[in-house]
C-alpha cells in the first residue's frame, strides 16, 4: 500500500501523518510529497526517515492513495494527474468540493456514494463537517428548514503563518503576519476573501456544501465565521429551525447515538464542550448548550466544537481511506 501525502511538511501534513500512525493504516511505503523548496528533505515517520518528494517523483512512484493538503490550486494542477496515475485522490482544498461530479463525503454520514470510479474525493470544508455530522440526524427526523451558524475558528486553521504571528504577539515579537490586523486579544470578522454578496468564501462553503453533503437544496443556510486567538479547534454557535416539532431529550438521545459525536450538555455543572480542553487531538465531534429557541417555531440553539485539523481536515480524509479500503477499491 503506497500512500502519497501531499502538503507533507505543512500543519495538516503533519497530522495526517499523525493520525495515519494512530490509525495504524497499512502503509507500506510513504511518500512525502511537499513544495521543490522541500525537495530532498527529511521527515521522521513511525521512527524512519523518508524524502520529501517533488510532485512529478510522486506520480512516477504510483501511489494507491495521495492525501492532498496542499492548496487549491496545487489540487486543481495535480489532483487530475496523480488520478491518471490511477491513484485515489482524497483532496482537503475547496478545489473540487462543488464541482458537480466529485463527491463531497464525511465517512459516517455519506461514504456510501462513493464508487470504484471516484478517483477524485473532496474533503470538506472544516466548519462544515462538524456541523453536519450533527445536523445530519436531526435533518432525517425533523426537517431542517433553516441553519444560523457563527464560527469561533482556531487560528490553526490558517497554519503555522497564524500561529506563530499569535505566539509571536503574546510575546511582544515582531514577525511575519497571516493577518491583516493582530490577532491575539482580538477577534477578526472575516475568513477568506469577501464574495460579491459580502459574504466571506468562507461562509459561502458552509451554506454551499451542506446542502451537497445532506442532498437538499432546499435547507437555508446562512453563516458569519470568525477568527478567534486559540488553540485546539473551532467552535460554532448554531440556531436551528425544524419543520417538525421535537422535544429535547429526543435530540439528545438521537445525538448520543450518532456515530462520531460526544454530547456534553449538564449546566447545573458548567459542563459543556470547550476546543482546547475536550476538542484538541480528539477525532470526536462535542456538542452541547443544548436547549430550545422559543422566538421561533420548533427552534433549537446548540454550541458544536472539534479539532479542525483532526476530524475537520486529516482524521476525516484517512477515514475516507479507509472506506476505500474496507469496500475493497484499491487492490
Given amino acids: 500500500m503506497k500512500v502519497a501525502v501531499v502538503g507533507a511538511t505543512g500543519l495538516v501534513g503533519a497530522v495526517m501523518l499523525k493520525v495515519l500512525e494512530e490509525r495504524n493504516f497499512p502503509v507500506s511505503t510513504l511518500i512525502p510529497v511537499a513544495s521543490e523548496k522541500s525537495v530532498g528533505k527529511k521527515i521522521t515517520w513511525k521512527g524512519n526517515e523518508y524524502a520529501v518528494h517533488s510532485m512529478d517523483q510522486a506520480i512516477a512512484a504510483k501511489p494507491h492513495i495521495a492525501l492532498f493538503s496542499a492548496g487549491g490550486a496545487t489540487s486543481l494542477e495535480w489532483a487530475p494527474k496523480f488520478a491518471e496515475a490511477g491513484t485515489y485522490v482524497i483532496d482537503n482544498s475547496s478545489a473540487w468540493r462543488m464541482h458537480p461530479d466529485k463527491k463531497l463525503v464525511v465517512p459516517e454520514l455519506n461514504a456510501h456514494i462513493l464508487t470504484r470510479e471516484d478517483l477524485i474525493i473532496a474533503n470538506p470544508n472544516c466548519s462544515t463537517i462538524q456541523m453536519v455530522l450533527v445536523l445530519q440526524p436531526l435533518h432525517k ?178 477515514q475516507i481511506a479507509e472506506y476505500l479500503l474496507s469496500k475493497h477499491f484499491i487492490a
Fill in 141 to 318: 427526523k425533523y426537517g431542517i428548514k433553516r441553519v444560523v451558524v457563527s464560527t469561533y475558528q482556531s487560528v490553526t486553521g490558517t497554519g503555522v503563518k497564524a500561529v506563530n504571528q499569535m505566539e509571536n504577539e503574546r510575546k511582544g515579537i515582531s514577525g511575519e503576519m497571516a493577518y491583516k490586523y493582530p490577532i491575539d486579544k482580538n477577534v477578526i470578522p472575516q475568513i477568506d476573501v469577501f464574495m460579491e454578496n459580502g459574504y466571506t468564501k468562507e461562509e459561502m462553503k458552509m451554506v454551499n456544501e451542506t446542502k451537497k453533503i445532506l442532498n437538499d437544496e432546499a435547507v437555508k443556510v446562512t453563516a458569519t465565521c470568525v477568527r478567534i486567538p486559540v488553540m485546539g479547534g473551532h467552535s460554532e454557535s448554531v440556531n436551528i429551525e425544524f419543520s417538525k416539532p421535537f422535544e429535547l431529550i429526543d435530540v439528545r438521545k438521537l445525538l448520543e447515538d450518532t456515530s462520531g459525536v460526544v454530547v456534553k450538555d449538564n449546566p447545573a455543572e458548567a459542563s459543556y464542550p470547550m476546543p482546547l480542553l475536550d476538542a484538541h487531538n480528539r477525532d470526536e465531534v462535542f456538542v452541547g448548550r443544548i436547549r430550545k429557541d422559543d422566538s421561533v417555531e420548533n427552534g433549537l440553539n446548540m454550541w458544536i466544537v472539534a479539532d479542525n485539523l483532526r476530524k475537520g481536515a486529516a482524521t476525516n480524509a484517512i
